[in-house]
């Protein structure tokens, strides 16, 4: 028997289109990437001056300079991005992503309780 751990994150601000997206792994592959992940924010912590060391990694704010990665360069946003990638991608785990279009949802499901994308994820 195999027990399957899934993380996942979504997008829809840009109200065309929402799409989720995230990994399936073993328990133990989840725990090397944890490990490695965490490694890696901290070798950027230790070259970053306190009070603007990072907590974790978010990709739109990173990518709009915001939050925590304020005063980033374009060097260290990528050298971060690439040794990430590169963690989940030699991780072993699935990636497993699914979109839709917004306005089809809306003209599918007219009426919804609560009045938002929450329906989305069934």
Not at 27 to 36: I, N
Not at 59 to 79: P, Y
Request: negative net charge; contains cysteine.
């Amino acid at each position: 028997m195999v027990v399957l751990t899934y993380k996942f994150d979504e997008s829809y601000k840009d109200a065309r289109s929402m799409v989720v997206g995230g990994w399936l792994g073993e328990e133990t592959r989840w725990k090397d990437v944890q490990q490695q992940w965490c490694a890696a924010i901290s070798f950027e912590n230790e070259t970053l001056p306190d009070g603007h060391k990072i907590s974790r990694y978010h990709a739109s704010e990173m990518n709009a300079r915001d939050k925590e990665f304020c005063g980033w360069d374009d060097k260290r946003m990528l050298r971060l991005t690439k040794r990430l990638l590169d963690i989940v991608g030699n991780s072993g785990m699935v990636a497993v992503t699914c979109g839709m279009d917004l306005a089809a949802f809306l003209e599918l499901f007219p009426h919804r309780d609560p009045p938002d994308y929450g329906i989305a994820y069934g």
